[in-house]
């Protein structure tokens, strides 16, 4: 697959039509969903970077987040911004792409060219929005194992991702772990907790309670419910830093001033900073994509699935994971990568454990963490010699 | 002043028109406000229990917290329900109404008949609405020293509130130490942090995003912002309670259901809880006040007032503190009540500090807490001992 190497032109359609590769779905391919419903026809949009090697046994799937998408390593088409995760993948990175095929799909119910509720139905011709079917985290990897499918590739060399990517690299290792080699969930869990769905909540409520949203159906109307999505972006940017980042960065700095304006403009440089997220987050994201990505989120809850029990969740894996926390994260604390650790323990399987000091909070997965690069490099290192594929020269591991 | 025994019926026009008493003061008496702006003629509404000694030695004033009111411990007269404090304040509690004569003032720029943004301005007969002055926790500080005035009384006994009480205690005892025996600062801050004026940042904006805002004239439009308003509560209300305590009361438990709806419905009991926290709020406050209150508690950095030496906002004091925080409590973490006593201790004044071990998170200043009713009771009646009031008899304390 070409790797962009400029910025394509923004496209106004990206969920219908994107500039990524897609795979369609025929009706007979319907996927059938854990609601019940089933979905079709249906597409995926995806980007790879690097050679799928002879045997297809260098296949490195990437799990995005909740507001993330495919553009892992090249420009997103939309915001002409570089890749969301070039820190790890890439040429000599972590999941290198010269030795490394590695996939990343927009997830089910996304807006950037996989089937989601900003899509026009191929049956009807009409908007989905609200008519979409609603999805789980399964239902996402379920479309991911059809594009490995299609790519021809039977084992995934490896799953990896943060946040609602690490719900899916879990989801995976569950529903088909003779396909996952290795498994890397970052700042992740196992299930959504209490206090997460709340902010989910409040985010789907902002949405929701935008009189440009109609009843979801603005795609229809010509509207777009801006302000409600960005109140809600609002919210959740702040879970995803943490209250030391925040001090640090911002305090009570104000912006552009030197004295409070004694009103409700933006004085300190936080409010400037929130409403700056918030706007440019509503230029490049669907709401109904953002209540359905939360959904899909809250619903998670992997040991559900198995009788109540993670471990059984797990149970004879053959799969090595690779599980990282940060200590300031306080979406997903270590507490619920401990949780994963201790099942995963629990079922006999291969697992190495990392607790990763930093103040940077939930997104830290996404930024410059030393420890991170060189775990991830170790785990993959390690793994590809497990998996008999051509190890880096050890100098190479210095660079 | 007359205790309610029961709830007066429900006014349409607590702001202008208060079931409480009343202390007007005319345009000669106007307030100096931190803006630089004067508010005159201004009105403050209040609740008093017991009776003033005759030495008026035995006052005390309860501060309440941004969405509190001054009905501490009579049943509100817009909802019915009983006192927001009675845990703490009555015959025999740690502010004891049999032995103390107890002040709760409405705050500047409130909505239950003191002065604020969804009264009528008495000059020009409209709502004040955005017009009203942006206040700060001094303004609101000063504005109950002139009530304290008006009921001639020169130095209360104590001076005592919870979060945003908190920080008026902390603003009495730095604006008028001589006339504060004793301040009793729970769960509170000398500033408002980053993460915490974000946190507000959000909800200012989900109140202006709503169209029935109305640029804030509302009142005049015959419109209220009551989803807004309503997110920003939702989003607040998360921050006042803890994760253990969301995972205790609600996990991942479903409202009235056994399984999923694959649908927007609140599935969740945290969300149905989450959304009548929403719905009742909008029911008893005015969403411009809202704004002006979390704007009051975003400037308060009490230290900034004094060189940015929060123990020279103290220096000399001679008045007696008792602060206290809660080990769950994440919008007002300890770290402030430590800072606090080491501004106090390097001040030299007498302060104890106590840390009370709870999962019930920053609302538990409000709530039935053994550990802050001993302590306070202790504080209290030590303080009334150095003050030369009748000390409770010592099997009182067993009560």
Redesign the interface.
């Known amino acids: 697959m070409p790797r962009s190497k400029t910025p394509p032109a923004v496209s106004q359609n990206e969920a219908d039509h994107p500039t990524s590769p897609i795979q369609h779905f025929a009706v007979e391919e319907s996927l059938l969903l854990?609601?019940?419903?089933s979905l079709g026809p249906w597409q995926i949009a995806y980007q790879t970077y690097g050679t799928l090697n002879a045997d297809k046994s260098n296949a490195i799937l990437i799990c995005h987040a909740l507001t993330g998408d495919q553009h892992v390593a090249n420009a997103n088409p939309v915001t002409g911004k570089s890749g969301w995760w070039t820190s790890m993948v890439g040429p000599g990175k972590s999941f290198d792409t010269d030795r490394f095929f590695i996939i990343c799909a927009n997830v089910l119910g996304g807006c950037m060219g996989t089937s989601g509720p900003a899509n026009h139905d191929p049956l009807t011709g009409k908007a989905y929005a609200?008519d979409f079917?609603?999805v789980t985290i399964r239902d996402i990897v379920r479309a991911q194992a059809r594009l490995v499918d299609r790519l021809g590739i039977d084992t995934l060399f490896c799953v990896a991702g943060g946040s609602m990517g690490g719900m899916q690299v879990l989801q995976w290792a569950a529903t088909f772990p003779e396909r996952v080699f290795a498994a890397m969930p970052l700042a992740t869990g196992a299930?959504?907790?209490?206090?997460n769905?709340?902010?989910h909540?409040?985010g789907?409520?902002?949405v929701?309670?935008?009189?440009d949203w109609r009843a979801g159906r603005y795609l229809a109307e010509g509207t777009r419910p801006e302000?409600?999505l960005?109140?809600a972006r609002?919210?959740a940017h702040?879970t995803y830093l943490s209250?030391p980042v925040?001090?640090r960065?911002?305090?009570?700095k104000l912006q552009d001033r030197t004295a409070?304006t004694?009103?409700?403009d933006?004085?300190?440089e936080?409010?400037s900073y929130?409403?700056y997220q918030?706007r440019s987050f509503v230029e490049r994201f669907d709401a109904n994509s953002y209540?359905y990505l939360t959904?899909a989120m809250?619903?998670f809850?992997l040991a559900d699935d198995y009788g109540g029990s993670l471990a059984a969740a797990f149970k004879g894996t053959k799969t090595r994971f690779c599980v990282a926390s940060f200590t300031s994260d306080?979406l997903f604390?270590t507490s619920d990568s401990r949780a994963i650790v201790h099942a995963l323990n629990a079922a006999g399987a291969s697992v190495s454990f990392v607790e990763i000091e930093t103040d940077k909070g939930h997104d830290a997965f996404l930024l410059d963490e030393p420890v991170l690069f060189a775990t991830s490099r170790g785990f993959i290192d390690a793994a590809a010699r497990a998996r008999g594929l051509k190890a880096l020269d050890p100098k190479e591991l210095d660079r």
Chains 1, 2 share one sequence.
């Open positions: 854990d609601s019940g419903a609200v079917p609603v299930k959504h907790s209490a206090q769905i709340a902010f909540e409040v789907r409520q902002a929701m309670a935008d009189p302000k409600g960005a109140v609002m919210a702040i209250e925040l001090h960065k911002f305090g009570r409070p004694f009103s409700f933006a004085d300190f936080i409010e929130l409403r918030g209540l959904r809250d619903y809850d306080w604390p």
